[in-house]
Every structure is written in structure tokens, then in C-alpha cells.
């Protein structure tokens, strides 16, 4: 009786994260739009469009969270098209150096752990330069052009280098998509063909010195955030996938989580594989997956005392349909607060869809990677 009543008193003075370690049921509520400095106000809902660079998009966002939470002089976003543009030209291997498409998030933060994080105001000028005095274009439909020449000349060693014409239908093709805020001007393609014209084999390696000269010395900013630490493309099990995901959110802190997007589409109960390690499920049953990158912002229990989480996705503030609910915001910045809401209702009543909450099982059964700031 004795060794019993130690063994609880014991167990009463462990640390609570000790205590709730692998226990089913745990799931404080954490929504971290709502949480201390409140950095998500300060970080525009990316829309990548048409791109494969969720995990750019994603990296910049874990980024500029900490920045503005632990660094008040913080004030640059993060370019999510530096981000991706360096990583890509800078890392010694890569299965594509000619494409932005698809990436792991620790890659990602190596790459700019080495080369810094060029000045927001810096990049703004080189992508002006590209604009041709237009400013309504914005960085996604920059990208979206590479994208688009890209996916016209997969077949191709480079998304560069093309016959004349090529330019021409990719523009055509992009600037006629409804989902773009602005056309991209024609002149752009003239400048694709100068950068064609000095590439001498290394494409992406040119574009980022041609166009992204400004971005060195004073101009490039260091990492400067803490180490970071991966995990899901191996064992790891759904248990120990949402165990992380509490311990991380109750710190105060967002992750970024790499998911099979076919999930949003088909809704609740979907999973993509079964197989372990992750990896190999996600490289055997690609087409089931839709490798994605978002941001989980917060989490929540459940009606019967699992866990929910709240994602915050880069396909935009308009994509989310009803399979799930939402947390949306006014459109009008007179009206502050956030409050659930459906996809369906948010156009039609002025709101923006800032997340939606996804079950913690379905989250883990498509997820293959989590990428956190220790």
C-alpha cells in the first residue's frame, strides 16, 4: 500500500505534459489566431494558385510566425518566391534544379539557413522590374507564369530554352485564368527571353542573379530562429503524430505539416495509405495523395474528446468546401473577432475562411511530414 500511495503522489507531481503523454482524449484548446502578439494578423492567407510550392509558401509563414512573436523590430514578410527560388538554385542535389515544383520543408530551411532571407523590400523591386511598372500583378502570377511554362514543356530538359512560340501560349494560357487577379504584361515574355539568352545551362541559377542581383550583403537577412526538427516520413504512428502536434500547439507555437490534399477534397474517413514507413506509402500511391503543405494554426476536442485541428492552407481564403467547418473572419476590418462558420456562407455574408478544423485522426492518417522550431 505504501509503494502504491508513493507511486501516486509521484505521478500527481509530474509536469502535466508528462502526465497526458500518450493518453487518448488530450487536447487543450489552442487557437493560435487569437493567441498573445497575434502574429497571423500580420501574415497575409497565401493563394499559390496554380503552383506547386506549398512548401515555400509554408516555410515562410513558420518563419515569419516566430519573427513576429519573439522579435517585436520584425517587420519584412518572408518571400515565399525567394524562399523557393533559393533553395531550389542553392541546394547541391535535387532531383529538378530547373523547377520550383515540390519540396520537404527541411530542405527548405537548410537551404536558407545557409543563404539568408533576402530584404521583403528588395525582392518587391526585382519582381517590379518583371512587372514592367504593372503593379497590379502580384508574385503568384509571376509564378504562375514559370508554372505554366512548365507544365506546356514538361517534356523538356528546361523550362527555358524554348522555341519562340512557347512564351507565347504560356502567356496566352495564364493570362486568361479567371482565378488571377491581374494580366501579366507581354513584355515579361521579353525578359524571359534575355534571361534565356544568358543562361548557358544553369536556368534557375541565372533567373535568381539576373533578377534577384540586389540580394546580397545588407540586404540578405539571417535565419536567426532555432533549430528546427522533422518528423513523419518514417514509423512514426497517428499517436505519436497527434502527440507532437499537442505538445507544439500548447507551447504556443504553429507547425507546418505535410498531408495528402486529396483528403480536403473527399472529405472525412479519407486516407490515402496505409503503409509504413510513410515515405514509401506516399511514393507508391502519389496520385491518392496530392503531396501538400499548410500551416496547423490551433487545435481543439471533440465531441467525444479527440482531437481537431486547425489548418490554414496556401490554396487561399475562397478553396475550403463543406466537408468541414470553418473559422472565418469579417471582410470588413471594422469588425474584429473570429467565428465557426461554413465555406459555403462565407462569400455570400462578407466573411473570409482564415482555417478549417480537420479531425486529428484524418489529419494523421494522410499526414508525412511535421516540421516545427524547437
Not at 113 to 119: A, D, L, P, S, T
Not at 322 to 347: M, N, Q, T, V
Request: proline letters at 5%; glycine letters at 8%; charged letters at 20%.
Amino acid at each position: 500500500m505504501g509503494m502504491l500511495l508513493l507511486s501516486l503522489t509521484l505521478l500527481l507531481q509530474m509536469p502535466a505534459q508528462a502526465q497526458h503523454e500518450g493518453i487518448p482524449g488530450y487536447c487543450p484548446a489552442v487557437n493560435l489566431y487569437e493567441s498573445g502578439t497575434r502574429p497571423f494578423d500580420r501574415m497575409p492567407i497565401y493563394d499559390q494558385g496554380e503552383l506547386s510550392t506549398c512548401y515555400a509558401y509554408t516555410a515562410s509563414q513558420l518563419i515569419d510566425f516566430w519573427r513576429f512573436k519573439n522579435q517585436p523590430e520584425a517587420t519584412d514578410l518572408t518571400s515565399p518566391v525567394w524562399t523557393a527560388l533559393v533553395h531550389k538554385v542553392r541546394m547541391p542535389l535535387h532531383w529538378n534544379p530547373d523547377n520550383l515544383d515540390f519540396s520537404r520543408m527541411a530542405w527548405v530551411f537548410r537551404s536558407i539557413e545557409k543563404e539568408g532571407i533576402c530584404r521583403s523590400d528588395v525582392v518587391d523591386r526585382a519582381i517590379d522590374r518583371l512587372r514592367n511598372g504593372n503593379a497590379k500583378m502580384q508574385e503568384p502570377d509571376l509564378m504562375a507564369f514559370f508554372q505554366q511554362l512548365w507544365d506546356e514543356y514538361q517534356e523538356q530538359a528546361s523550362i527555358f530554352g524554348l522555341n519562340p512560340g512557347a512564351y507565347d501560349i504560356a502567356y496566352a494560357k495564364v493570362a486568361s485564368q479567371p482565378y488571377f487577379a491581374s494580366r501579366i504584361e507581354h513584355s515579361l515574355i521579353e525578359k524571359f527571353r534575355f534571361i534565356d539568352g544568358r543562361s548557358k545551362g544553369k536556368r534557375l541559377e541565372t533567373l535568381l542573379t539576373e533578377v534577384f542581383s540586389e540580394c546580397t550583403g545588407s540586404n540578405l537577412l539571417p535565419m536567426n530562429v532555432p533549430a528546427w526538427k522533422s518528423m513523419g516520413l518514417g514509423f512514426a504512428s497517428n499517436r505519436k503524430i497527434i502527440r507532437k502536434l499537442n505538445e507544439i500547439l500548447e507551447q504556443g507555437s504553429p507547425l507546418g505539416i505535410g498531408y495528402c490534399s486529396n483528403l480536403l477534397d473527399e472529405g472525412p474517413g479519407y486516407r490515402a495509405f496505409k503503409m509504413k514507413p510513410r515515405i514509401l506509402g506516399l511514393a507508391l500511391r502519389q496520385e491518392k495523395c496530392g503531396a501538400h503543405y499548410s500551416i496547423v494554426a490551433g487545435q481543439r476536442p471533440r465531441h467525444d474528446g479527440s482531437c481537431e485541428f486547425l489548418i490554414r492552407n496556401t490554396y487561399g481564403t475562397g478553396f475550403w468546401t463543406d466537408h468541414f467547418s470553418c473559422l472565418c473572419k469579417s471582410r470588413d476590418p471594422g469588425i474584429a473577432g473570429y467565428h465557426e462558420c461554413r465555406a459555403s456562407e462565407a462569400e455570400r455574408t462578407n466573411q473570409q475562411v482564415v482555417g478549417c478544423w480537420i479531425s486529428g485522426q484524418d489529419l494523421a492518417n494522410n499526414t508525412y511530414d511535421l516540421t516545427w522550431f524547437k
